[in-house]
């Protein structure tokens, strides 16, 4: 880790700030150490560190820290599973929006404003993206819903 990085885990209360030698360096125990290495493998788990820091809190307590920590973890899979089901069904429309623009001839392409590719009933079964709907004011400008 950086010497920055450090200092900011000192910053934001992950890491006490440790004594100084003779010389003015900071001088790490093996304790904040073995800290650090805590908070660099939990983000590599994909914690963040506020979530590391409600671990590192409930540790500093005395309290035990494996229940928090699955707690955390189920939650990152559960977002992950909801990431890839959007991955999924966005590859889905742009793989059916690929094929279609395979079939399209682009000299008939007339319309000013848009790609052809890319229509209402061409993309997701002719759904809009996260029921978004398109309405022209009065005034002629546009603003979704």
Do not use: W
């Amino acid at each position: 880790m950086s010497a920055k990085t450090i200092r900011y885990y000192e910053d934001i209360g992950l890491l006490r700030e440790p004594e100084r030698a003779d010389n003015g360096y900071r001088e790490y125990d093996e304790h904040a150490v073995d800290r650090l290495s805590f908070i660099r493998d939990a983000q590599a788990s994909g914690l963040s560190l506020t979530e590391i820091g409600s671990i590192l809190d409930q540790r500093d307590r005395g309290e035990r820290t494996c229940d928090h920590v699955r707690e955390l973890l189920d939650h990152h899979l559960a977002e992950i599973d909801r990431q890839l089901r959007r991955l999924r069904k966005t590859r889905k429309t742009l793989t059916e929006m690929t094929a279609r623009a395979a079939t399209l001839d682009p000299s008939e392409c007339v319309d000013p404003n848009r790609c052809q590719t890319i229509l209402p009933d061409a993309a997701a079964g002719g759904s809009r993206t996260a029921g978004a709907r398109i309405h022209a004011s009065p005034a002629g400008h546009a603003h979704t819903h």
